[in-house]
């Protein structure tokens, strides 16, 4: 016997006394017949993403003992091999073996532990609250005053928001298209593009407004856009048009904003999406971002507030680079002697200070406390794992955003390094070598391998293949961590860094080759198949 998954289209009377539904809109004309209030009918979209998997389990087990009921009662002219356990019946999960139920439905609270219908429990969960429930798993992870969170700002901007509020409206529409682009679900797809139209002329009304502008959840709606674009990889880089947008909103903004707690929280976010931003685009910090980030330093804990000091001296200096760099040019171009001369001087002062910043990095590493270190183990999936670094080590750490961290501190020094280098090329071309050139170049191409080892070995924790104990994660869709999908989406960064960088091995270049599409295809974060790795320009 054949068992239908269609789900029923009728409406929920129709549903409740089992009659056929003639789904007359607005409301079933058999409802009007008898009297009776029609309460319409379910979204087509709530229909594609309905769980009746114990439903139909339910119909399996009740027809299997029907049948096995008259085998009993009827004399048998053929024997046939009996199965032992209802179990072995097809569609139902036997011991051992993943449930076939989607991880894309939220599973059922508690207060859903009464025996009730099936259809009436799901008419309760449309697909509006199954993608925020999905998104806020992925995309959110809560933190403390010791170590923060990703995007932990976001409860409680989303709690306290206005039903028509610009943020609530960029929540859903990148809830839609996290979901969509999960279930490779085109109504989904389109649904969200429809959500995303109206949070985007919702965002635009409030920045035109001098009153809602300054508020922060205006602040927390560009955000969440961002995330929207590496979701839907609507362009070509990981920080996207937006970026801008937050970064000229926080200048109008002021040093007021951080009078709340809620300005704190969002400030705190966006800084340091700039300074990734700045580092990646050799970006001179501007001086407003200076001023902010020294003021909400002292509410950092003190191995965060360390570290973005030394982040903002590596802004500084990689865009001290890319300007001596191109009047050097220039100068060789003109025939300009006596200025090429104090270029080399400042080159040398500035290989100098760069070698300082380094020092100062690796201070930071070696000084932080136990619970921000994090620690080395052997590989437990090592030969069939994807987190297979040169040495057969990964790392496991604290949290996901602990690890984002240590990459973040891995990724900045591999920057440094690889502007120290062209530091060293540029001046051994117009000059006389350095006296120790020769050894300053080996410990930058030290130090850079030594990064891009240590990234490497962070991949099984952050794409969540092994827990905090160090242990295989067997079953994904079980017992993996919240704000999974951040983490990785911050992790595509890191990779393009790699391969910016020009010193990754073959091996590491292959690991990053493979963590890509799982990133781009598995969690639906579509930048991640932007010429696969190229996040950032």
Known sequence: MELSTRASRGCMPCRKRKIRCDQSRPHCQMCIKRSKHCYGYREEADLQFLDQTEAIQRKVKQ????????????????????????????????????????????????????????????LDIPCLEQSLSLFFNQYVSP????????????????????????????????????????????????????????????VNAALADPTECLKDETLGALFILGIFENISGQQLNIFGAHGCGMDRLLQVRGPRSFASIKGQLISKAVCAYLQIRNLSLGRRPPPYEETWLA?????????????????SRICHARADTEDLLSSIDKAVKYGSYTSLQQHCTALTDLIMKMQNIASSHCLWAQGVSESWAFTSISDPNAGIGFGNNSE????????????????????????????????????????????????????????????????????????????????????????????????????????????????????????VGEVIPRIGLGKGIRQALQGRGRVAP
């Open 63 to 122: 027809t299997l003992n029907v049948d096995q009921d008259k085998d009993l009662s009827t004399p048998l002219t053929r024997q046939h091999p009996t199965k032992e356990n209802p179990e072995d019946f097809p569609g139902i999960p036997r011991t051992g073996t993943p449930s076939i139920k989607t991880d894309l439905v939220p599973e059922r609270p508690p207060t859903y532990s009464i025996k009730t219908s099936i259809s009436e429990i799901q």
């Open 143 to 202: 933190g403390d005053d010791e170590i923060p969170g990703l995007n932990d700002f976001l409860p409680l901007f989303y709690q306290q928001a206005l039903p028509s509020s610009c943020l609530k409206l960029c929540v859903a529409a990148t809830a839609y298209a996290s979901l969509a682009n999960q279930s490779n679900s085109t109504s989904m797809g389109l649904k969200a593009w429809d959500a995303y139209g109206t949070a985007l002329s919702s």
């Open 295 to 311: 003021a909400l330093n002292y509410r950092y804990p003190p191995p965060y507030r360390r570290f973005m000091l030394i982040v």
């Open 392 to 511: 057969g080590s990964v790392h496991i750490y604290h949290s996901l955003w602990m690890a984002n961290i240590w990459n973040w501190n891995r990724s900045s020094n591999i920057l440094l390094q690889c502007s120290l280098l062209k530091c060293l090329a540029k001046l051994s071309s117009i000059s006389a070598k350095l006296p120790d050139h020769d050894t300053l170049e080996a410990n930058a191409r030290m130090t850079i391998q030594s990064m891009i080892r240590d990234i490497c070995a962070s991949i099984p924790f952050i794409m969540c293949d092994i827990n905090g104990d160090g242990e295989p994660i067997k079953n994904q869709q079980m017992a993996v961590p919240v704000g999974q999908n951040m983490a990785q989406l911050w992790l595509l960064w890191h990779f393009h860094t790699i391969l910016r960088s020009g010193h990754a091995l073959p091996k590491q270049m292959k690991i």
